[in-house]
């Protein structure tokens, strides 16, 4: 009797699941309709077919191909059928990037769908992925499911560096600035390095073919960046109309087999579109691309309709040049047959407006829209910010910016907006600074704790076109042993750009309960403070929460001026993100032991004075002492 029960049991666990696998092969039975879709088992040498795509506006057009070749496990369970493009079109374009996705038919049937070629080949041959493979993504979760609240408890990790010292490395490295300038036109090794067909050295290779992004113009000095930026996910950028309707086209065309479809990264003043070409829909349901965009499996992302302005023929890799028109719908899965997505609703995006000020012209105001995702918001929010800059003064020479920005998030998380200040001169670009006050961004979009969604930026930036930095080349202590409570003169020499060495007098008191002995004086600019602190008690930065971690990124800049900081030689501790200063020894045996690690950690020295002293221009650079405080003192 028990063993009946326990047969009854197993019985009922496996219904469901037997009832789950009949549904799913009574679900690719009902999608697989042999009066739309031919398999590559039934495909022979010579049988003749066209693909479906655009190559003008957004009219779909056929363009005849002839098959060669079915390839059995050219991918792990996946084949690839192999054909050449024929008449004056292919043989003129060869195989296009933008074309991924392009439905292939024979008799009337799908086959699948244009998404490989090869590189320097001297006939457009194109390698398609077969429609079976591709209609398994649907398989998947096909719901359009934004992520969701996943609170995470306290764990390991650190915050991203601050990318300050990037845009400080470019003000010290001007001389590379201008190289990679005058080297524009090379391709960059780093976009070689994902997209090897661009060399002709390296001889003619077999890849998917690349999702073109057509951004709008093309930034001189954030060229590179952008090309970087959308090369380590295997895309490769043009210079072209990013977003907008300059033909005048259709705003609205049918979501059909052959339309221009792709994800615009940016929308507004700058656009960023990302794009391939659709391959079926039924329904409300499409699929696309016949390769991945990212590879991210799950997705939640914008969908929009294309035009495309017309096709550069190259004899490496042809691509179109195409703008995004309207948000469609949302991409639910990106894998290796396929992308696919729902026509309808849409992932929100992220509104950023910068304000570009300079004293005797009228403000310039430009009005982006973001999208959401966790590796492209900060990065694209960069790229808003330096060509945002770039086009309303210029690219390269002497600058002072003052920029603010301020981030807000969405309500449910409970967060106060991230609001920083900060203030840049130099040679390099100008562009950059105002760029690096978007790096916070992704650190918190990728944090450890909780899910957060940027809700708004907001940028304004303060550009004068004069150099106001002055680097920090001597430092001098009236005393070198100072009593408690007493009053220090510090002489500081600096050096305006292109004048006379300048000394200015300050007065610090140091504080009446100050502890006898060693005491570090450190003086110099807000970035370089930020540095010494992140050095001196690391701890304190690695937060335990979300709101820490905002807290930390806030951090550093403000209005200009020097930062003088006195620092003790007695150690303190740093707990959760905060620091206690000045702890007993007998406290710091029992908080800081060999069997107890993580969340805290020893401070080198505990700060006894912090204070900023406004300054006429910028300051650069640092200088680090050490003095005695001494009761007994003179």
Not at 166 to 186: I, S
Not at 298 to 320: E, I, N
Not at 327 to 340: K, L, W, Y
Request: aromatic share 8%.
């Amino acid at each position: 009797m028990k063993h009946l029960t326990s047969m009854k049991r197993t019985y009922k666990l496996l219904a469901p699941l037997c009832g789950m696998m009949l549904a799913a092969a009574a679900l690719n039975a009902q999608t697989w309709d042999p009066a739309k879709f031919m398999g590559a088992e039934n495909l022979k040498r010579g049988m003749t077919g066209h693909i479906l795509t655009v190559v003008e506006d957004t009219i779909v057009e056929q363009l005849p191909f002839e098959i060669l070749s079915v390839e059995r496990n050219s991918f792990p369970k996946g084949d690839l059928i192999w054909a050449v493009g024929k008449g004056d079109k292919f043989q003129h374009m060869g195989t296009v990037g933008g074309m991924s996705g392009s439905p292939a038919v024979i008799d009337g049937k799908i086959i699948g769908a244009l998404a490989y070629g090869y590189s320097n080949s001297k006939d457009p041959l194109i390698g398609i992925t077969p429609i079976k493979q591709m209609l398994t993504v649907w398989d998947r979760n096909m719901v359009p499911t934004p992520p969701g609240r996943k609170s995470a408890p306290p764990g390991a990790g650190a915050i991203l560096p601050d990318m300050r010292m990037w845009t400080d490395a470019l003000e010290n490295g001007a001389d590379g600035v201008y190289d990679q300038m005058e080297l524009q036109y090379e391709m960059p090794e780093e976009v070689l390095k994902g997209a090897p067909q661009y060399d002709y050295l390296r001889g003619q290779t077999m890849r998917r073919l690349d999702v073109p992004v057509a951004v709008t113009g093309f930034s001189q000095a954030m060229g590179p960046f952008i090309e970087e930026m959308f090369a380590k996910r295997g895309m490769t950028v043009l210079q072209g109309a990013g977003s907008g309707n300059p033909n005048n086209v259709d705003p609205n065309p049918p979501v059909v087999a052959g339309s221009a479809v792709g994800t615009e990264y940016m929308r507004g003043d700058y656009g960023m579109f990302g794009f391939g070409t659709l391959t079926y829909r039924e329904g409300d349901k499409i699929l696309a691309y016949g390769h991945p965009a990212n590879g991210e499996g799950d997705v939640y992302l914008p969908l929009s309709s294309g035009t495309v302005h017309f096709v550069v023929s190259s004899r490496v890799r042809s691509s179109k040049v195409a703008s995004g028109l309207q948000v469609i719908g949302t991409m639910t899965q990106d894998r290796e047959p396929a992308i696919a997505g729902v026509v309808g609703d849409a992932p929100a995006y992220i509104p950023m407006t910068v304000v570009v000020k300079k004293e005797g012209t009228e403000d310039r105001v430009f009005n982006y829209e973001l999208i959401d995702e966790p590796f492209y918001t900060g990065l694209v929010a960069r790229t808003a910010a330096g060509v945002s800059l770039d086009t309303a003064e210029k690219y390269f020479g002497k600058y002072a910016l003052s920029a603010d920005v301020t981030i807000e998030f969405d309500e449910a998380s409970g967060l106060e907006p991230l609001r920083k200040r900060d203030n840049f001169s130099g040679a390099a670009g100008p562009g950059f600074a105002a760029a690096s006050m978007m790096s916070p961004i992704s650190p918190i979009l990728n944090n450890w704790y909780d899910e957060v969604a940027v809700k708004r930026i907001h940028l304004e930036l303060e550009y004068r076109d004069q150099r106001e930095n002055a680097a920090i080349q001597k430092v001098r202590i009236g005393k070198r042993r100072v009593r408690p409570g007493e009053h220090v003169e510090i002489a500081v020499t600096y050096r305006p750009y292109l004048e006379a060495p300048v000394v200015k007098r300050y007065k610090i008191q140091i504080p009446e309960n100050a502890a006898e002995g060693f005491a570090f004086l450190f003086i110099g600019d807000p970035s370089s403070h930020e540095f010494w602190e992140r050095q001196r008690a690391s701890q304190r930065y690695q937060a335990n929460s979300v709101q820490q971690l905002v807290k930390n990124l806030e951090r550093g800049g403000g209005d200009r001026g020097v930062v003088i900081s006195v620092v003790s030689a007695r150690m303190g501790l740093a707990v959760s993100g905060e620091e206690l200063p000045n702890i007993p020894v007998t406290m710091l045996n029992v908080m800081d032991t060999p069997q107890h690690r993580g969340g805290t950690g020893l401070t080198s020295g505990s700060i006894i004075l912090e204070e900023r002293r406004e300054t006429p221009f910028l300051p650069n650079g640092s200088a680090l002492m050490t003095f005695f405080i001494d009761p007994l003192a003179p």
